[in-house]
């Protein structure tokens, strides 16, 4: 069998991860990487893959399968995502949630014969699936989604750019007693704080202001003011020692009832690494966006639009015989 | 909107279940029950809809858009499925797993121009999907499925079988260390004995040998033999109160690693009801099964064919803006 030819766009740590799913896919082959910077500079761990630069990625139209965008959703992918759309079938990870339907019609209206799965990864993702098959098997009730424990990138530089701060990681945390009454099937109605903690662990500078700067955290308005915010100070070393993975994970729970009975789903991940996982789950959909474009397929679409049987090596009939 | 006319074959528990979901759903409605028994003496709770013979029900050919197949596996769907498949779009609940393949092809032979969608509910059904979405998310690790704790019916058949039995009900439990050793990615392996324990809730005829029966009940081969089985014995007015329910649910669990990094994935079901449930999924996957027949799609299919955009009321715009 032909392998599926596979390009990368952007070469961060989701990039590095598509690369690792990529190269131990029995049916995938990574042929290009495609990049903003100098290509001679990057360094990559598949020397048999060509480097371009991004704007020279047309040239190989028909050389690709599919290409997976990795840049980050705030100002990478909305110009990356129709500018590679069209050209091949694209997979992404766009996560900003308020703004998916306009960027859906921004790729529907770039795919021309080629397909786009966007938002692909575990929220928006894995997590919008149970979602969906939580709200088709109980529609009457309520779902609860909750993050964590795991590192927010958005949060840790929120810290970082408070004045006397040379470093910090934050952790968002579920409130577990919320957590239980949703699994309890309570139905609660959850403010934000109680829903989350936050957990800052950060190194001031040498004779900054600890004090101040543990105010500035727990007062910052959107980000930590509306939650319960712990501050820990540590040394560069501490932090490099335990706080340099990128876990993640999270929960999805619906409990609804038929008649007078009730039901519980509950789905949850816990990732040792977030970026790694989110490339694993982007590289089994570019291998169904060819699938679906081999079968005529065209257009934009998101995880709720593929069916599931395209994303294994496996063939239909295995997977009968051996998931069903 | 015209709403979806559905048919219900078989008025068991399952049957039941469906007629709830289906009087539930906004965009359904029930027209007909298919029983082989005297429909003259079927009581339903559904007035307007007709109650026909299993051997009458061509007759409806024109007048359903789906009918919800609620026999058992182990005799009524081999002929009940075959049979219905290609007058009417079906959806059923067959799950005897070693035979899904030889259902699956005596189907698909059967169903023509319309659609039937088999093996939907739980297990097969969302466990299913939860298979192959984390096969699909981690390649490379293990899945465990654990059941219960619920009550299995033909374990409390068998129970009820032994003489001196006048009543019992079996149920199936994981084992806890079991559940957390792959939770926390140990990747064990276990034995039959090692996953599930049993606890019997026996009530023994007036003089029976109580020692005798539970002998009989722990040493009875492929039901308990294998098994750590407890056995309690207790009046009918206690089972009555304490056992009437059909509760259950199971997990399914994969560990598995991308490189050095491990992730777990986990789903988990706690049901009052089991047949009411298993009902409201087999509803969800008719609204499917007639929108894709719609849109010229045919033939068997299971839960991994169908894209899940199609299960529920609310639109696919609907469902990127509030899912994803």
Redesign the interface.
Known sequence: MEKIKVGIAGYGNIGR?VE??VN??PDMELKAFFTRRDPAALQTNTPDAKILRTEDAASMRDELDVVILCGGSATDLPKQGPAFAGIFNTIDSFDT?AK??DY?AAMDNAAGDKVSVL?VGWD?G?F??????S??????GSDYTFWGRGVSQGHSDAIRRIEGVANAIQYTVPVEEAVQAV?DGKNPELTTRQKHLRECYVVAKEGADKARIEQEIKTMPNYFADYDTTVTFVTEEELKKNHS?MPHGGLVIRSGS??D?????????????NP??T???LT?YARAAVRLNREGRKGAM????????Y????D??W???N??
Chains 1, 2 share one sequence.
Do not use: W, Y
């Open positions: 991860g690792k799913a131990a896919a949630h998916i339907p859906f938002s928006p894995l919008s699936i149970m979602r969906q098959l709200l088709a098997a109980l529609p009457c699994r993975k038929t008649g009975n009730n039901h519980v789903m509950e789905f949850s991940l816990k990732l040792d690494s790694e996982f490339a694993s789950v089994a998101t995880v709720l639009d593929v069916p599931l049987s994303l294994t090596v496996e239909p009939s997977q009968r015989k998931l069903l």
